[in-house]
C-alpha cells in the first residue's frame, strides 16, 4: 500500500442525502454513483439499507451499476442491520460493511444508557459477525470528537482485533478544533496496537466551519481515507466537501500526499449533485461557486491581467471549467446542445435529446443566452413531466392600484381544472387559486427565490416547504417567470404527499 495514497470515500448519497429535501430516486442515485465513479473516488457509501426499502434497493443497484469502486452499506452494530447491508450487497464486486457505535461519554449514557465495557463489547460483536460475509469492515466510532482518546484508542485496539480493516474516527458534531482533532489522529496511530493493520479514516462535519481543516490536519496526522460529499452537502451544516480536499492535495506540491481523483470532472459532478438535489452552490463556496474564479476588485484585476497566478492558485480547467466558450442561443444545434451536456455530466440518447432539444429552443427564445445552470434546471424538469399534478396554464393580472387577480388551469391525473382568486401579491393569489382545486390544508414553512446570474431574463429558482397534515414536503420549481416558478414548486411539494 502507498503509503502517501489518500483513499477518497464519498458518502453524498448517504450522509449528504441526509438532508431535508434532497433526497433521490434510485435512477438519480446511480447516476450519481457513475459520476463518482468517473471522478476517480475509491469507496461510494451507497445507503442505510434496513432504514428503507429504498434505500436497500439503491445499495443493490448501485452494486451493479459500478465497477471498480468499493460499494459500502452502512449499519448499526446491530445483528438485523448487518444481515440487510450482507444482501444488499450481494451484487457488488468490492463490497464494504461499514458498522460501528457511539463511544463519546455523552453517546454511552444518554443515547445506550449504558457503559463503556458494554460498548466495546457491542462494537467487538458487530464487526466480528460483518466479518463472516465481508472482508472489508469499517468501524465508526460515532462521536470520537468528544470521546476521551485513552477509551477510544481501547476501542480502536479492539475491533482491529476482531477484523476491522477501517477504523472511521468522526467528529460527528464539527466540535474539534484542527489541532485537536489531528491531536487524536496522532494518539492513536502512537498508542494503538495493530494500527498498521487499518486504514484510519476521518468523518467531519462543519457545525463550526471546520470540516475541511480538520480532515487536512487529520490526514496530515496520520489518517489515510477521508469521508467526504460532493459540494460538503450533508446533515446541518454539511460534511467535508471532497473538491476542497482534492484540491488542496493537488495544490500543494508541498504535502507529500495524492488521491485518485480526476479534478476535471470536479466541476460537471458538483453542478450535477446541486441540480439533482434541488440543492444551490452558494456563490462564494470553494472551487465550485459562481465567483470562485471573479475578481471585482481593480487591484485584483489588474494583478490577474498582468499574471494570472497572483489571485490564482487554481486553474480553473483544473476542475473542469472550460475555456471553450461556446455560447448557446436559440440558432444553436443539437451537437453544441449535445457537447455542453456531457461537460455537465448529462449523457441523453438521441431520442432524448431531440425531446431536450425542443424545450431548450423555448428557454432559449425567453433568454439571449442559455447558461450551464440553466441546462442542469431543464434536466431537473424532466422529473416533473410525469407527475401526478401538472401546471396546463397560469394567468395573473396585477400592478399598482390592481389587486393581483390569478387564473390557473391543472391536469390532475389526465383530468382538466381551473381555478381562480385574488391575493395579496401575484404569488399569493396563484396560489390561493391552486388552492380551489386542490383542496387540502397546507402551510408553507420556507419560501426562497434564487436567481441563477443577474440578468432581467434570468430563470429562477425556487425552493420551498409545506406542512401538511403534521409533516413537511420540500418543493422545487425553476422558470423565467418567477410566480410561474413558486406555483411549480408548491406543486412539486403536493405531488410528494399526494399518494
Request: glycine residues 8%; negative net charge.
Amino acid at each position: 500500500m502507498d503509503s502517501n495514497r489518500i483513499y477518497i470515500f464519498d458518502t453524498t448519497l448517504r450522509d449528504g442525502e441526509q438532508v431535508p429535501g434532497c433526497q433521490l430516486n434510485t435512477v438519480e442515485k446511480i447516476q450519481v454513483a457513475k459520476a463518482l465513479e468517473e471522478l476517480g473516488v475509491d469507496v461510494i457509501e451507497a445507503g442505510f439499507p434496513v432504514s428503507s426499502p429504498g434505500d436497500f434497493n439503491s445499495v443493490v443497484e448501485i452494486s451493479k451499476a459500478v465497477t471498480w469502486p468499493t460499494v459500502c452499506a452502512l449499519t448499526r452494530a446491530v445483528q438485523k442491520d448487518i444481515d440487510a447491508a450482507v444482501e444488499a450487497l450481494r451484487y457488488a464486486k468490492h463490497k464494504r460493511i461499514h458498522t460501528g457505535i457511539g463511544t463519546s461519554d455523552s453517546h454511552i449514557r444518554y443515547k445506550f444508557n449504558s457503559t463503556r465495557e458494554e460498548i466495546l463489547e457491542r462494537a467487538v460483536r458487530a464487526v466480528s459477525y460483518a466479518r463472516q460475509f465481508v472482508e472489508d469492515v469499517e468501524f465508526y466510532a460515532e462521536d470520537a470528537g468528544r470521546t476521551d482518546n485513552e477509551y477510544l484508542a481501547r476501542v480502536v485496539e479492539a475491533v482491529i482485533k476482531a477484523g476491522a480493516t477501517v477504523v472511521n474516527i468522526p467528529d460527528t458534531t464539527g466540535y474539534c478544533l484542527p489541532e485537536e482533532y489531528g491531536a487524536k489522529i496522532r494518539y492513536l496511530v502512537e498508542h494503538v496496537d495493530g494500527i498498521d493493520k487499518a486504514v484510519i479514516s476521518t468523518h467531519c462535519h462543519n457545525d463550526l466551519g471546520m470540516a475541511t481543516a480538520n480532515t487536512m490536519a487529520g490526514l496530515l496526522n496520520g489518517a489515510r481515507q477521508c469521508e467526504v460529499t460532493i459540494n460538503g452537502v450533508g446533515e446541518r451544516a454539511g460534511n467535508t466537501a471532497l473538491e476542497e480536499i482534492a484540491m488542496i492535495l493537488k495544490s500543494h506540491s508541498d504535502i507529500p500526499l495524492t488521491s485518485n481523483i480526476n479534478t476535471t470532472r470536479i466541476f460537471p459532478v458538483s453542478r450535477m449533485v446541486s441540480s439533482l438535489m434541488n440543492m444551490p452552490v452558494q456563490a462564494n463556496k470553494a472551487i465550485v461557486g459562481r465567483n470562485a474564479f471573479a475578481h471585482s476588485s481593480g487591484i485584483h484585476q489588474d494583478g490577474v491581467l498582468k499574471e494570472v497566478s497572483t489571485y490564482e492558485i487554481i486553474n480553473p480547467k483544473d476542475i473542469g471549467l472550460d475555456d471553450n466558450n461556446i455560447v448557446l442561443t436559440a440558432r444553436s444545434g443539437h451537437a453544441a446542445l449535445r457537447y455542453r451536456l456531457e461537460t455537465l455530466g448529462i449523457k441523453l440518447s438521441d431520442e432524448k435529446l431531440d425531446a431536450f432539444y425542443q424545450e431548450f429552443l423555448k428557454l432559449a427564445d425567453k433568454k439571449k443566452q442559455v447558461n450551464d445552470d440553466d441546462l442542469l434546471v431543464l434536466a431537473g424538469a424532466e422529473r416533473a413531466a410525469v407527475a401526478h399534478i401538472k401546471l396546463d396554464y397560469l394567468q395573473v393580472t396585477s400592478g399598482k392600484g390592481l389587486k393581483p387577480v390569478a387564473s390557473i388551469g391543472l391536469d390532475i391525473a389526465g383530468e382538466k381544472f381551473e381555478g381562480a382568486a385574488h391575493g395579496n401579491g401575484p404569488v399569493d393569489a396563484a396560489i390561493n387559486a391552486l388552492k380551489t382545486i386542490v383542496r387540502r390544508q397546507m402551510v408553507i414553512k420556507e419560501f426562497t427565490i434564487q436567481n441563477i446570474t443577474k440578468g432581467s431574463d434570468d430563470v429562477a429558482k425556487v425552493h420551498m416547504q409545506v406542512e401538511h397534515d403534521g409533516h413537511v414536503y420540500y418543493g422545487f420549481g425553476a422558470n423565467t417567470d418567477i410566480v410561474t416558478g413558486s406555483v411549480e414548486a408548491y406543486i412539486d411539494c403536493i405531488n410528494k404527499f399526494q399518494h
